[in-house]
């Protein structure tokens, strides 16, 4: 199973108009710039199934 890390998740955050807002313990939380949508993120690696229930519900935008 493919395994997103988190250098992988910002970048695809930030081409989709997100910015961190701010980090509480373990997790980031994404802004988008145009909406009061967050996404809330670990510093660890996502697994496949979470990133892509994560990309659904946000409709990113991700070039693979």
Same mark, same amino acid.
């Given at each position: 199973?493919?395994?997103?890390? *988190?250098? $992988? %998740?910002?970048?695809?955050?930030?081409?989709?108009?997100?910015?961190?807002?701010?980090? @509480?313990? *373990?997790? $980031? %939380?994404?802004?988008?710039?145009?909406?009061?949508?967050?996404?809330?993120?670990?510093? @660890?690696?996502?697994?496949?199934?979470?990133?892509?229930?994560?990309?659904?519900?946000?409709?990113?935008?991700?070039?693979?």
């Amino acid at each position: 199973m493919k395994v997103y890390n *988190d250098r $992988e %998740i910002k970048r695809i955050l930030k081409e989709n108009g997100y910015h961190l807002q701010r980090i @509480k313990g *373990d997790h $980031e %939380i994404w802004v988008s710039d145009g909406s009061s949508r967050h996404i809330t993120i670990p510093y @660890k690696n996502i697994n496949r199934m979470v990133w892509q229930r994560l990309v659904k519900e946000n409709n990113l935008i991700c070039k693979f």
